[in-house]
């Protein structure tokens, strides 16, 4: 079995196969995929363990040479999970000083559009004695990789420019890359991160515990070969002796019986208990999500609920159940964290900062202890129950509770028992809530219960295990209803902010928010399709502030005059990088650094002389039809929701190129 950190339809999974992974890892036991067909020296690798020769070959280390422990890690700079678990290397690294070296291999991935030229500009600052401070730079700064943000890391760290440029230019670390790549594809490790632990296999950003549970136990080996005699430089070489130099072919599958399908419109019966709920009891949809504070998808899929909120208003409620994944070493502190504040119902302000420090990678204990102090819990009381875990049975109740269910990753939801699997967009949401309406109300007209025994009439009688369809009927049965096809007619205004050829075959119009963090993380992505596509796309701006963000207008009022004074992008530019400072102090402030008018900006802003234009667009998008959070993008006319990857707005420009016009 393999352990590795993956994606899957907008979800964090958790697979019977990495259950049993992680328990393996933690007991000492990892891959058992062949058999060690030479024999070993006494103290050396177990015999039943799977191990691999894995040349060090002149690669990046860090610690000593003669360590007893080399991590070898193949990675790349653009993965978020090679950035997650670099904390988690830096601590091992402090925990066994002299013991434990780390070797970098690189493995830029081929989606990741930045990764190959990190990876050169990587080996071009280890040309100058400068790799380190370079890899963390870049993880550090994973949205910004393009050239030019190379450039000025190299000038951060004081490296000689132009040897740098020449290297970049001419590709001279491309073949050792390939090396690296060639070498990874040889061993079995075709995702990142992957390491091999004196040439024991671990797969994906594993915790801390898992990474010291393989360390002690290689320790332990190599002070076993020292004992007999081994010089502490060739340790190993000596526990990697006789290790596989290949992973093994997998052994023909047999042909797999049609996966089961279950029932989109089964009932469940979820139990609220005493969770935090936000909205009515008199809702008629109960949604109950549960989730995990780092994971990206739960962080992702907020602006999504937020819109539910502002579209529904009290139909709507919201109930928030705990699932950290046992793969985020810092998942089950901030859920303990959430539910120490609950207890002092405090639970949503703290709730709102967790995912704020998630999405930064800050889920620690000193964060735990500031975002208590802010939001004024009692700061003892708060402590002694992360101390003591007073909460972690019972989030591990709600962990059971969804394994019951069938709903194992996060974020998962259940509306009025409907479940709903991953980060889905508005339109998934939509689809489910307003059949579940329709369903209360004819409940409330039949049954006429009291307030707050909506959802146990909804409820009653639910399954408490996945319901699947029958075979022949899974086959046959409609997917969800699509919109993908749709083409919106909204027309682009001659005055909107726009980037491109006027005439470029796609126009991507972009209806987005300032204070939004998808907004802001998707910004990187469409300077990626823009480097790909060049004359071919026009980009235009569409305001689109949510009430629910309080600096929002304001910021959007801001960005209009800057537009009028011919600086849009630039001003664009710093307010999606300082969203957490959107005061008229600061807006101000951005106005000077690009230069404006100060008089015409702040009359502007006084008079509220953009708020029309704004409420324009806003006006656009609702007189379309369409229904859409933010980020929201019309490209020619077809609608694609949320913060997406590269690959789907890619697929969307090539569906557009290939329409007829």
């Given at each position: 079995m393999t352990l590795i950190v993956g994606e899957d339809r907008g979800s964090c999974p958790v697979t019977l196969e990495r259950q049993v992974a992680v328990r393996a890892l933690r007991s000492f036991s990892l891959l058992t995929l062949a058999c060690v067909v030479s024999p070993l020296p006494l103290g050396a690798q177990p015999a039943d363990a799977d191990y691999y020769v894995v040349p060090i070959e002149g690669s990046p280390a860090r610690g000593a040479a003669d360590a007893p422990v080399t991590i070898i890690e193949f990675a790349d700079f653009e993965c978020p999970f090679c950035s997650r678990v670099t904390e988690t290397l830096r601590r091992i690294l402090e925990t066994y000083p002299g013991r434990v070296r780390l070797v970098f291999k690189q493995n830029p991935l081929p989606f990741h559009t930045n990764a190959q030229l990190a990876a050169e500009a990587a080996l071009a600052a280890g040309a100058q004695g400068r790799f380190w401070e370079m890899h963390d730079l870049m993880f550090r700064n994973q949205t910004a990789l393009g050239r030019a943000d190379l450039e000025r890391y190299a000038v951060e760290i004081g490296l000689n420019l132009g040897a740098f440029r020449r290297a970049l230019d001419s590709g001279e670390h491309r073949q050792a890359i390939l090396r690296d790549q060639e070498l990874a594809t040889r061993l079995g490790a075709r995702g990142t991160p992957s390491f091999f632990i004196n040439g024991r296999p671990?797969?994906?950003?594993?915790?801390?515990?898992?990474?010291?549970?393989?360390?002690?136990?290689?320790?332990?080996?190599?002070?076993?070969?020292?004992?007999?005699?081994?010089?502490?430089?060739?340790?190993?070489?000596?526990?990697?002796?006789?290790?596989?130099?290949?992973?093994?072919?997998?052994?023909?599958?047999?042909?797999?019986?049609?996966r089961q399908r279950e029932d989109p419109s089964a009932i469940y019966r979820v139990e609220l208990g005493t969770s935090p709920v936000r909205g009515p009891e008199t809702a008629l949809v109960t949604i109950v999500e549960w989730m995990d504070y780092q994971c990206p998808f739960c962080q992702r899929v907020q602006a999504v609920?937020?819109?539910?909120?502002?579209?529904?208003?009290?139909?709507?409620?919201?109930?928030?159940?705990?699932?950290?994944?046992?793969?985020?070493?810092?998942?089950?502190?901030?859920?303990?964290?959430?539910m120490a504040a609950h207890a002092q119902r405090k639970f949503f302000e703290m709730h709102e900062r967790l995912l704020e420090a998630g999405a930064e990678q800050a889920l620690e204990r000193t964060t735990f202890d500031r975002i208590a102090a802010e939001i004024g819990l009692d700061m003892a009381r708060f402590r002694a129950d992360l101390?003591?875990?007073?909460?972690?049975?019972?989030?591990?109740?709600?962990?059971?509770?969804?394994?019951?269910?069938?709903?194992?990753?996060?974020?998962?939801?259940?509306?009025?028992?409907?479940?709903?699997?991953?980060?889905?967009?508005?339109?998934?949401?939509?689809?489910?809530?307003?059949?579940?309406?329709?369903?209360?109300?004819?409940?409330?007209?039949?049954?006429?219960?009291?307030?707050?025994?909506?959802?146990?009439?909804?409820?009653?009688?639910?399954?408490?295990?996945?319901?699947?369809?029958?075979?022949?009927?899974?086959?046959?049965?409609?997917?969800?209803?699509?919109?993908?096809?749709?083409?919106?007619?909204?027309?682009?205004?001659?005055?909107?902010?726009?980037?491109?050829?006027?005439?470029?075959?796609?126009?991507?119009?972009?209806?987005?928010?300032?204070?939004?963090?998808?907004?802001?993380?998707?910004?990187?992505?469409?300077?990626?399709?823009?480097?790909?596509?060049?004359?071919?796309?026009?980009?235009?701006?569409?305001?689109?502030?949510?009430?629910?963000?309080q600096d929002a207008m304001l910021a959007h009022e801001a960005a209009a005059e800057a537009h009028a004074q011919?600086?849009?992008?630039?001003?664009?530019?710093?307010?999606?990088?300082?969203?957490?400072?959107?005061?008229?102090?600061?807006?101000?402030?951005?106005?000077?650094?690009?230069?404006?008018?100060?008089?015409?900006?702040?009359?502007?802003?006084?008079?509220?002389?953009?708020?029309?234009?704004?409420?324009?667009?806003?006006a656009a998008s609702t007189d379309s039809g369409a229904r859409h959070g933010t980020p929201s993008f019309f490209i020619n006319g077809r609608l694609l929701q949320g913060a997406q990857d590269l690959s789907a707005f890619e697929d969307a420009v090539d569906a557009a190129l290939r329409a007829p016009r």
């Amino acid at each position: 079995m393999t352990l590795i950190v993956g994606e899957d339809r907008g979800s964090c999974p958790v697979t019977l196969e990495r259950q049993v992974a992680v328990r393996a890892l933690r007991s000492f036991s990892l891959l058992t995929l062949a058999c060690v067909v030479s024999p070993l020296p006494l103290g050396a690798q177990p015999a039943d363990a799977d191990y691999y020769v894995v040349p060090i070959e002149g690669s990046p280390a860090r610690g000593a040479a003669d360590a007893p422990v080399t991590i070898i890690e193949f990675a790349d700079f653009e993965c978020p999970f090679c950035s997650r678990v670099t904390e988690t290397l830096r601590r091992i690294l402090e925990t066994y000083p002299g013991r434990v070296r780390l070797v970098f291999k690189q493995n830029p991935l081929p989606f990741h559009t930045n990764a190959q030229l990190a990876a050169e500009a990587a080996l071009a600052a280890g040309a100058q004695g400068r790799f380190w401070e370079m890899h963390d730079l870049m993880f550090r700064n994973q949205t910004a990789l393009g050239r030019a943000d190379l450039e000025r890391y190299a000038v951060e760290i004081g490296l000689n420019l132009g040897a740098f440029r020449r290297a970049l230019d001419s590709g001279e670390h491309r073949q050792a890359i390939l090396r690296d790549q060639e070498l990874a594809t040889r061993l079995g490790a075709r995702g990142t991160p992957s390491f091999f632990i004196n040439g024991r296999p671990v797969r994906g950003a594993q915790p801390y515990d898992a990474f010291r549970t393989v360390v002690d136990e290689q320790i332990a080996a190599a002070g076993r070969l020292l004992a007999r005699g081994v010089r502490p430089r060739d340790l190993y070489d000596e526990l990697t002796r006789g290790g596989l130099s290949r992973a093994p072919d997998p052994p023909p599958s047999a042909p797999t019986p049609p996966r089961q399908r279950e029932d989109p419109s089964a009932i469940y019966r979820v139990e609220l208990g005493t969770s935090p709920v936000r909205g009515p009891e008199t809702a008629l949809v109960t949604i109950v999500e549960w989730m995990d504070y780092q994971c990206p998808f739960c962080q992702r899929v907020q602006a999504v609920l937020r819109q539910v909120e502002l579209e529904y208003g009290e139909r709507v409620r919201i109930v928030v159940k705990m699932n950290p994944m046992p793969f985020h070493d810092a998942a089950m502190p901030a859920a303990e964290a959430a539910m120490a504040a609950h207890a002092q119902r405090k639970f949503f302000e703290m709730h709102e900062r967790l995912l704020e420090a998630g999405a930064e990678q800050a889920l620690e204990r000193t964060t735990f202890d500031r975002i208590a102090a802010e939001i004024g819990l009692d700061m003892a009381r708060f402590r002694a129950d992360l101390d003591s875990h007073a909460h972690r049975s019972a989030i591990e109740a709600e962990q059971a509770q969804t394994v019951r269910l069938g709903a194992r990753g996060a974020p998962a939801f259940f509306l009025n028992g409907r479940k709903l699997r991953g980060a889905q967009p508005i339109e998934g949401f939509r689809r489910v809530i307003d059949e579940e309406e329709r369903r209360a109300r004819e409940v409330l007209r039949r049954q006429r219960p009291r307030p707050g025994q909506l959802y146990e009439l909804l409820t009653r009688g639910g399954a408490t295990e996945p319901v699947y369809l029958p075979a022949d009927a899974a086959a046959d049965a409609p997917a969800a209803p699509a919109d993908a096809d749709r083409v919106y007619r909204i027309a682009v205004p001659p005055t909107s902010p726009s980037r491109g050829r006027r005439n470029a075959p796609v126009v991507i119009q972009e209806f987005s928010d300032f204070q939004c963090p998808f907004c802001s993380r998707v910004q990187q992505t469409l300077r990626d399709l823009e480097s790909r596509h060049r004359n071919r796309l026009r980009i235009v701006f569409r305001h689109f502030p949510l009430s629910f963000h309080q600096d929002a207008m304001l910021a959007h009022e801001a960005a209009a005059e800057a537009h009028a004074q011919g600086k849009f992008w630039e001003y664009h530019d710093l307010l999606f990088a300082n969203q957490r400072a959107l005061s008229r102090e600061d807006l101000t402030r951005y106005a000077r650094q690009v230069g404006l008018d100060m008089g015409l900006f702040q009359a502007a802003l006084d008079e509220h002389r953009h708020r029309a234009e704004i409420e324009d667009d806003i006006a656009a998008s609702t007189d379309s039809g369409a229904r859409h959070g933010t980020p929201s993008f019309f490209i020619n006319g077809r609608l694609l929701q949320g913060a997406q990857d590269l690959s789907a707005f890619e697929d969307a420009v090539d569906a557009a190129l290939r329409a007829p016009r």
